[in-house]
Nanobody, 121 residues
Framework: QVQLVESGGGLVSPGGSLRLSCAVSGSILGVYTMRWYRQTPGKQRELVATITRDNRQNYADSLQGRFTISRDNAKNTVYLQMNSLKPEDTAVYYC???????????????WGQGTQVTVSS
């Protein structure tokens, strides 16, 4: 069974930093594009950042260069370094990835369970 397990969320003061991690576990053939989304109550899930297997990155325009996505292909793990955090960054952050399971023939969309990030003084 393929699982994405996020960690690193928590409470941080405005201007602070957090680093989220998302590790893929289970029987897999390959992990392709990986993404971070975030969602606040009553709003649609928002795409924050994307990274391809060959490290091409894209970010939401609203982030203004404060976040950095990276990955370790040997560990099947994706990271989100968040700096200069603002109260409006408060959300549940979700990891998403295109993964081909060992029992499959093509990539399938998988989601993590989410990790809460709260930016407050």
């Amino acid at each position: 069974q393929v699982q994405l397990v996020e960690s690193g969320g928590g409470l941080v003061s405005p201007g602070g930093s957090l680093r989220l991690s998302c590790a893929v576990s289970g029987s897999i053939l390959g992990v392709y594009t990986m993404r971070w989304y975030r969602q606040t109550p009553g709003k649609q899930r928002e795409l924050v950042a994307t990274i391809t297997r060959d490290n091409r990155q894209n970010y939401a325009d609203s982030l203004q260069g404060r976040f950095t996505i990276s990955r370790d292909n040997a560990k099947n793990t994706v990271y989100l370094q968040m700096n200069s955090l603002k109260p409006e960054d408060t959300a549940v952050y979700y990891c998403n990835a295109d993964i081909t399971p060992r029992t499959g023939w093509h990539p399938v969309d998988y989601w993590g369970q989410g990790t809460q990030v709260t930016v407050s003084s």
